[in-house]
């Protein structure tokens, strides 16, 4: 009678039964430090990206050395117009940063078709710590960044897949594996701009990148030592649909519709949040006052601020909605998109008038003003990404539902192509009208979702059953 309990698990694979690591599976500490490893890489080198191009490589005698270099800054230039090495540097860190979430659809798509998972987190991982070391040759920049963003598209998406893979479909711990997971990433996201921001900034820029490189060798050394604890992958099969695919039901051309319109609105609300990858480091270095304590910090620390304040505003938001739910009834996801937004504009507004200020004053810009450009940012941005992916993952159908996650994705690459452009107009534009457009964009969002919401609230509320 007594080993009644554990026959539930004696059906199950040992990896889905395992409960050796914080009552979770094995396989999930390996994803776990493999992925804050990947993102400790992937994070120092984009706390570095901006201000290394800009203040370093593209000045004379450096740029002329890189490859196919003249060719991808005239391309650029039909775009955008002359650009200088410090707008050249935020247009492409922008444009870096926006591309990043294109690759996974193309290192998905592969994996699930030809290669499986875990080949492709491996030819991920190897791709990418070949791109940080590249990093730390002039001639190979370009190569670098396309060796970085195609193997966090190979990377990512399919490791996070190898996590839910851990268990089984009834499963509760996976939800709570996830949050483990995320941890592991809002560490590295960090530690990573002060280890490598310190070294590349205070060092050599190659410092950095070199630990970036390191950083992402770990995490393949790791994941390679954990494989055993993974879930067998099924071979896939080219073209085999396992099931046939469910029928759009009467009225789903409606949501759906809705949804595709709201992804260039939610793409403005996230500029002032993706702006902070690309011309916000740039403009923090030379107008911020860099001080803390006495001792002078690199601007690449900005990042690190940055996380420490999403995270802690993360958990202080779950915890709000929570309560509030107790006490009120809670509004419904475009509600709170729209009231999030509002928010997330005042955060470059706020930049805004500190850059009046400076100019009023000809003092520069006090860190009071970055911690509250980052906590009016960040309590923006915890409160439309994740509910975003909530509202989307609900309202699609299911004939289509991983095709809408996957667009839902888009909104960050266009806001990154949005960025882009605004990057260019850094040393352009005085510090109240950048920052001031800025804001005007993220407001507009939220206008279109003020009227998104009155028009087509009901196909976005929850029907009585989902409430």
Known sequence: ??????????????HQADRSFLGHPRGLAYLAFSEGWERFSYYGMTALL???????????GHIEKIW??????????????????????????????????LTPLLGGFIADRYIGRTRAVIFGAVTMAVGHFCMAFDETYLVALACILIGSGFFKGNLAAQVGDLYAPGDLRRADAFQIYVLAIQVAVIVSP????????????????????????????????????????????????????????????????????????????YVGN????????????????????????????????????????????????????????????????TIATFIAALAPL????????????????????????????????????????????????????????AAYLLALFLAGMIVTKLATLLD?????????????IVAGAGVAFLIVRAAAGRLLTPSADEA
């Open 50 to 60: 901006a201000l290394y191009s800009a203040q370093y490589l593209f000045k004379p």
């Open 350 to 405: 706020s930049l805004a008038l500190g850059s009046m200020h400076e100019a009023a004053t000809g003092e520069k810009v006090g860190l009071g003003w970055a911690l509250g450009f980052h906590i009016l940012n960040n309590l923006g941005f915890v409160n439309i990404y994740p509910v975003g992916s909530a509202l989307y993952s609900r309202v699609a159908p299911k004939a289509l539902g991983s095709t809408m996650m």
């Open 1 to 14: 009678m007594t080993a009644a309990p554990d026959a539930p698990h004696q059906s199950l694979p040992e």
């Open 274 to 337: 993706q702006e902070i990858f690309a011309a916000y480091e740039l403009w923090g270095d030379a107008h911020y006052q860099l001080v803390f304590f006495g001792s002078a910090i690199p601007a690449s620390f900005l990042i690190s601020l940055d996380a420490i304040v999403s995270s802690v505003l993360l958990v202080c938001v779950v915890a709000f909605w929570r309560w509030w739910g107790k006490h009120h009834r809670e509004p419904d996801e475009i509600t709170k998109i």
């Open 428 to 440: 352009k534009l005085p510090g109240a009208v950048f920052w001031g457009m800025h804001a005007a």
């Open 194 to 269: 002060i280890v490598c921001g310190f070294l590349g900034q205070k060092i050599a820029w190659h410092f950095g990148f070199g630990a970036a490189g390191v950083g992402m060798l770990i995490g393949l050394c790791i994941y390679l030592s954990g494989r055993r604890w993974l879930p067998a992958e099924p071979k896939p099969e080219p073209g085999h649909i396992a099931e046939p695919r469910p029928k759009l039901l009467p009225g789903e051309g409606k949501r759906i519709a809705v949804l595709v319109l709201l992804i260039p609105v939610i793409a403005c609300a």
């Open 68 to 101: 196919g270099f003249a060719r991808f800054r005239a391309l650029l230039e039909s775009f955008f117009g002359p650009l200088t090495p410090l707008t050249l540097g935020g247009a492409i860190a922008a444009l870096y940063s926006g591309l990043v979430y």
